[in-house]
């Protein structure tokens, strides 16, 4: 959960929507994303709304750990309030953060029962949890899946012992596909591996290595992302002061390109550009309903909404967000309105992602034209093309947010 929050008008004390925005409420898919902001140490180049215990200190049981559920299981309730009586049965359930097994399993198991009893989980629905791998083990796992989670995603980033500590990931190289056997033990039925590339003195062998160790842990799913360098954060003062170099474009081309063979090969499928599964089972519904534009409440401090065309964002530190609820409010500090033109731009700007691409039909005459120009340079494909939508190639997704800016415009 990005650490910046966007300007917005205010948000009723109750939390209300407009009237617009439960229109068809029900008839789109609906999620719930958990954000739990807590991590035992900061990763020097993440700028996501995350906290240390250190950092919270000063604020109170509050802001604390211990009393966390309480307050996510309140907004929850809130939620279902806002909401109405509209029959809206949870197709997916995220816990990202932070860390969320930081908290006792119990926690996340009162947490997920709380969405149940007040919303019901859909059959098939997809219950996912983020972990450290080192803050996890046997028995955390099985309590996990005992309440109902069903998916876990495992930060495993590299397997090369000088990168994690670049990274300021402390666990231990081969924990997290050990940790991939465990949780198969526990019964999880899907796994993710998530990867970092282009982190500064990383080489293409020491990329290849973490690509076969993940791909040897046997997860159905890995996800693998360049490493932005995000100003604010350690690594962003380390590469300014000299100390680091900054990867060039070319390098995370390289290493993507490197990692899109090695995983083709090993039967993952990508299905957006960062991911990859062995089977459509095995795909993360819960970013497909972020990518098509579908309902999901976003519940815990920072964290964003979104429910028939109106965006709403939390307050960021724990301290404000459990105040507002022990009182009553809404913890929403702002909101927006999509206009019809922000939502297709929108569309556009993820659904083209997509292994589907999105439709032609989204784009204006000048987008069109674009969308023309990218096939006859190979960055759309042709048969997707002829079937009314702009789906990329691998080369196309090598330069997605050029083309995406191209179509939008």
Same mark, same amino acid.
């Given at each position: 959960?990005?650490?910046?929050?966007? +300007?917005?008008?205010p948000?009723?004390?109750?939390?209300s929507?407009?009237?617009?925005?439960?229109?068809?409420?029900?008839?789109?898919?609906?999620?719930?994303?958990?954000?739990?902001?807590?991590c035992?140490?900061?990763?020097?180049?993440?700028?996501?709304?995350?906290?240390t215990?250190?950092e919270?200190?000063s604020?109170? =049981?509050?802001?604390?750990?211990?009393?966390?559920?309480?307050?996510?299981?309140? #907004?929850?309730?809130?939620?279902?309030? &806002?909401?109405?009586?509209?029959?809206?049965?949870v197709?997916?359930?995220?816990l990202?953060?932070?860390?969320?097994?930081?908290?006792p399993?119990?926690?996340?198991v009162?947490m997920?029962?709380?969405?149940?009893?007040?919303?019901?989980?859909?059959?098939? *629905? @997809? &219950?996912?949890?983020?972990?450290?791998?080192e803050?996890?083990?046997p028995?955390?796992?099985? #309590?996990?899946?005992?309440?109902?989670?069903?998916?876990?995603?495992?930060?495993?980033?590299?397997?090369?012992?000088?990168? !994690?500590?670049?990274?300021?990931? $402390?666990h =231990?190289?081969?924990?997290?596909? *050990?940790?991939?056997?465990?949780?198969?033990?526990?019964?999880?039925?899907?796994?993710?591996?998530?990867?970092?590339?282009?982190?500064?003195?990383?080489?293409?062998?020491?990329?290849?290595?973490?690509?076969?160790?993940?791909?040897?842990a046997?997860?159905?799913?890995?996800?693998?992302?360049?490493?932005?360098? @995000?100003?604010?954060t350690?690594?962003?003062a380390?590469?300014?002061?000299?100390?680091?170099?900054?990867?060039? /474009?070319?390098? $995370?081309?390289?290493?993507?390109?490197?990692? +899109?063979?090695?995983l083709?090969?090993?039967?993952?499928?990508?299905?957006?550009?960062?991911?990859?599964?062995? =089977?459509?089972?095995?795909?993360?519904? $819960?970013?497909?309903l972020?990518?098509?534009?579908?309902?999901?409440?976003? *519940?815990?401090?920072?964290?964003?909404?979104?429910?028939?065309?109106v965006?709403?964002?939390?307050?960021?530190?724990?301290?404000?967000?459990?105040?507002?609820?022990?009182?009553g409010?809404?913890?929403?500090?702002?909101?927006?309105?999509?206009a019809?033109?922000?939502?297709r731009? #929108?569309?556009? !700007?993820?659904?083209?992602?997509? &292994?589907?691409?999105?439709?032609?039909?989204? !784009?204006?005459?000048?987008?069109?034209?674009? *969308?023309?120009?990218?096939?006859a /340079?190979?960055?759309?494909?042709?048969?997707? $093309?002829a079937?009314?939508?702009?789906?990329?190639?691998?080369?196309?997704?090598?330069?997605?947010?050029?083309v995406?800016?191209d179509?939008?415009?």
């Amino acid at each position: 959960m990005p650490s910046a929050l966007p +300007d917005g008008e205010p948000v009723p004390s109750d939390g209300s929507l407009p009237a617009s925005a439960l229109t068809g409420l029900g008839s789109r898919p609906f999620g719930f994303y958990v954000h739990v902001p807590y991590c035992a140490s900061r990763c020097g180049y993440c700028d996501f709304n995350t906290y240390t215990a250190t950092e919270l200190r000063s604020s109170g =049981t509050v802001a604390s750990q211990d009393t966390y559920a309480d307050n996510l299981v309140a #907004e929850v309730r809130l939620a279902r309030r &806002v909401l109405g009586d509209t029959d809206l049965p949870v197709r997916t359930v995220f816990l990202g953060g932070g860390t969320p097994t930081l908290l006792p399993a119990r926690d996340l198991v009162r947490m997920l029962a709380a969405i149940r009893d007040e919303f019901g989980l859909a059959p098939d *629905a @997809e &219950v996912t949890t983020e972990a450290n791998p080192e803050s996890v083990g046997p028995a955390y796992l099985a #309590e996990l899946r005992e309440g109902g989670f069903n998916r876990i995603s495992f930060g495993m980033q590299s397997a090369r012992p000088h990168v !994690l500590q670049l990274l300021d990931r $402390h666990h =231990t190289p081969g924990r997290p596909e *050990a940790c991939v056997a465990e949780a198969r033990a526990a019964g999880f039925e899907h796994v993710n591996l998530d990867l970092i590339y282009g982190t500064p003195g990383e080489s293409d062998d020491d990329w290849r290595a973490s690509l076969d160790a993940a791909i040897g842990a046997g997860p159905d799913h890995v996800s693998a992302y360049s490493l932005i360098v @995000e100003d604010g954060t350690r690594l962003a003062a380390r590469v300014k002061r000299g100390e680091l170099p900054m990867i060039d /474009d070319d390098v $995370h081309a390289d290493r993507y390109l490197i990692a +899109d063979e090695a995983l083709g090969k090993a039967g993952y499928a990508w299905y957006e550009v960062s991911n990859w599964a062995t =089977t459509e089972a095995g795909r993360c519904r $819960h970013n497909e309903l972020y990518w098509t534009g579908a309902d999901w409440w976003g *519940a815990g401090p920072g964290a964003h909404s979104h429910v028939g065309g109106v965006r709403w964002w939390n307050a960021k530190h724990p301290a404000a967000y459990a105040q507002a609820l022990a009182e009553g409010r809404t913890p929403a500090l702002g909101r927006e309105l999509l206009a019809e033109e922000d939502r297709r731009v #929108e569309r556009i !700007l993820l659904e083209l992602r997509l &292994v589907d691409g999105c439709p032609l039909d989204l !784009l204006t005459a000048d987008g069109r034209a674009a *969308a023309d120009r990218a096939l006859a /340079d190979g960055l759309l494909d042709p048969a997707a $093309h002829a079937d009314g939508r702009a789906a990329l190639t691998l080369r196309g997704r090598l330069l997605a947010d050029g083309v995406v800016r191209d179509l939008v415009d």
